[in-house]
């Protein structure tokens, strides 16, 4: 019986060592399966851990790549305002002449007109500027004098005909303009006076020789080129002839290089004309005198605002003369400088 127990009891321990080591085998398979499973869930989140790297990474490169591009976007950009802001090169053009800006309005005293005169003189003509000025003299009606160069104007003289058919009055002033060769003696200059008187009747076909006449360079001409002797023979001379010279008591100041621009030429005639019962203004009839005429149109205009009557120079009444002739053997001063007159 006790043998039978203890075989019992051997039996049982078998059993439960049997049954002990199945739970354990089991619990060990189980354990595997765990670290099984964990280590593929490690692996799997080591993987995703891995990709989201990966993503992380790809996005920082594409961010970085954006970032490059649009800091080359940005740099272009710049690049583009810095060039658009510069200004664009232009091609050289001569750049025009600025108009000129009117003349200040002065306001000049009235008087009854046919108490003054006024005496436009051209020097020098005739050239191309000649039929200009006789336009404007047209557009205003008024008329003047033209104190004609016969040599180097022979070419122009039908310039000279028109305004002689208009009403001017057309007076000698040389046939060479040159001072040596005119003021050597009485002679020289009685030469050179008929060669101009000739070609002012020969080109008006006018038979009455004129003896209206202006020295070239005026009769107050220097001693360096006429003596005084010389020129007090040749005034006197004239006085004989029953020629007479008419100088200028209002100078445009045109005969000045570069050329006056017309409103300086306003400015030179019309403070001093205004002054004087008979202003004689002595202007110059050249090619290059290009600002005369808008002078023109301003000047007369306001000088018949302001009463004066326009006439030729064979009817003013105190002859425009810086040197008359003298028994002393020298000129002496002339006259012509009559106040402006305003009546009673």
């Known amino acids: 019986m006790k043998r039978f127990s203890f075989i019992q009891f051997i039996c049982s321990c078998l059993i439960v060592s049997m049954i002990l080591s199945g739970c354990t085998t089991m619990h060990r398979t189980e354990l595997a399966s765990q670290d099984s499973d964990h280590s593929q869930i490690v692996s799997e989140s080591s993987k995703i851990s891995s990709e989201q790297t990966q993503q992380e990474s790809s996005k920082e490169e594409t961010s ?7 800091s080359k976007e940005s740099s272009q950009s710049s690049s583009s305002k810095t060039t658009s802001s510069k200004p664009a090169s232009k091609p050289q053009v001569s750049k025009p002449s600025e108009p000129e800006t009117p003349s ?23 050239t191309t500027m000649t039929p200009q000025v006789l336009d404007v003299l047209k557009e205003f009606g008024v008329k003047a004098t033209f104190y ?9 003289a039908s310039y000279t005909k028109r305004a002689f058919d208009e009403g001017h009055e057309i007076a000698i002033h040389s046939a060479c303009h040159d001072y040596k ?35 070239p360079g005026g009769s107050s001409i220097s001693k360096k080129w006429a003596a005084p002797s010389v020129m007090n023979d040749i005034l006197y001379e004239a006085s004989q002839m029953g020629a007479v010279h008419n100088d200028w008591n209002v100078s445009a100041g045109d005969a000045t290089y570069p050329r006056p ?4 030429i306003v400015q030179n005639v019309l403070p001093m004309a205004m002054k004087l019962n008979e202003p004689v203004i002595l202007m110059h009839d050249s090619k290059d005198n290009k600002n005369l005429c808008a002078a023109l149109r301003e000047i007369i205009p306001t000088m018949l605002e302001a009463g004066y009557t326009f006439d030729t120079i064979s009817n003013i009444k105190n002859p425009a003369q810086h040197r008359i002739y003298s028994t002393s053997g020298k000129p002496v001063s002339g006259g012509g400088y009559v106040k402006r007159q305003f009546g009673a």
Do not use: C, H
């Open 64 to 70: 970085k790549e954006s970032s490059k591009e649009s």
């Open 104 to 126: 200040k309005e002065v306001s000049y005293p009235k008087s009854p007109k046919g108490l003054n005169t006024v005496y436009l003189t051209f020097d020098d003509g005739p």
């Open 181 to 215: 060769k005119i003021y050597s003696s009485k002679e020289a200059f009685f030469e050179d006076f008929t060669k101009t008187q000739n070609w002012i009747m020969e080109v008006t076909q006018n038979t009455t020789p004129t003896l209206q006449f202006r020295f």
């Open 148 to 156: 004609v160069v016969s040599g180097s104007g022979s070419k122009y």
């Open 261 to 264: 621009s017309k409103n300086q």
